[in-house]
């Protein structure tokens, strides 16, 4: 007898159309074209009521005051029922201090999870990985990040980018390895021979005629 053949799903890429949805939450049914209109980190992690979750989750809430006024806000999301993630939530506050102030998505069904392929069979047939998307306000995916179970994420990462996509964004530049707000940014490399032969006249700091900074 054949095995029948299971679906594939496209995965989501960098620049393309967030895919939409519809799904229940810890703050009532939401979907992500709520949320046009401003910057938007969706997470997902393996399991409510788990050590490296509780972590994250605190993590997230502590950097979440941060990320609002950069216009941005958290959506999380894993497998667990709506019951189980207001139980956790409250937990963390009662054990900790820590109020989760974001909504989280229950996908029991798996529909969420897999159109943003967040579930990995290689890790887990069941739950789903840690992963990070970030989308602009125009719901385009500007950046995806894929950790493994047993590994926490780490939010000076998370929100350096935001700082640099925004950065970019607003200058039309790029950033460097490492950059931090307040360092000095790339600029766009020439694209005819008149323009590289001018470039070393604007007062750029120059490495090469295609490898120039300036500040913002």
Do not use: I
């Given at each position: 007898m054949e095995e029948q053949m299971q679906e594939v799903v496209p995965m989501p890429r960098l620049g393309e159309m967030a895919p939409d949805f519809e799904a229940p939450t810890t703050h009532g049914v939401l979907k992500l074209s709520d949320f046009k209109g401003s910057w938007l980190i969706m997470f997902s992690h393996p399991?409510?009521?788990?050590?490296?979750c509780t972590t994250e989750f605190m993590a997230f809430a502590q950097i979440h005051p941060e990320l609002q006024k950069r216009g941005v806000e958290l959506l999380g999301l894993s497998v667990d029922s709506i019951t189980s993630h207001i139980a956790w939530a409250r937990n963390i506050e009662e054990k900790t201090g820590v109020k989760i102030t974001f909504p989280i998505i229950a996908d029991l069904?798996?529909?969420?999870?897999?159109?943003?392929?967040?579930v990995h069979p290689g890790q887990s047939k069941t739950e789903t990985v840690r992963t990070v998307f970030v989308i602009d306000p125009k719901q385009v995916i500007r950046l995806i990040l894929y950790?493994?179970?047993?590994?926490?994420?780490?939010?000076?990462e998370i929100m350096r980018v935001i700082d640099a996509l925004q950065t970019t964004d607003a200058n039309g530049v790029a950033t460097p390895a490492n950059w931090r707000p307040g360092e000095k940014v790339i600029v766009p490399p020439p694209s005819t021979q008149e323009m590289a032969e001018d470039r070393?006249?604007?007062?750029?700091?120059?490495?090469d005629w295609y490898f120039c900074k300036k500040n913002v």
């Open positions: 399991a409510d009521f788990t050590p490296v069904n798996k529909d969420v999870s897999t159109k943003f392929g967040m950790y493994p179970l047993s590994t926490g994420r780490n939010m000076d070393l006249k604007q007062g750029y700091e120059c490495v």
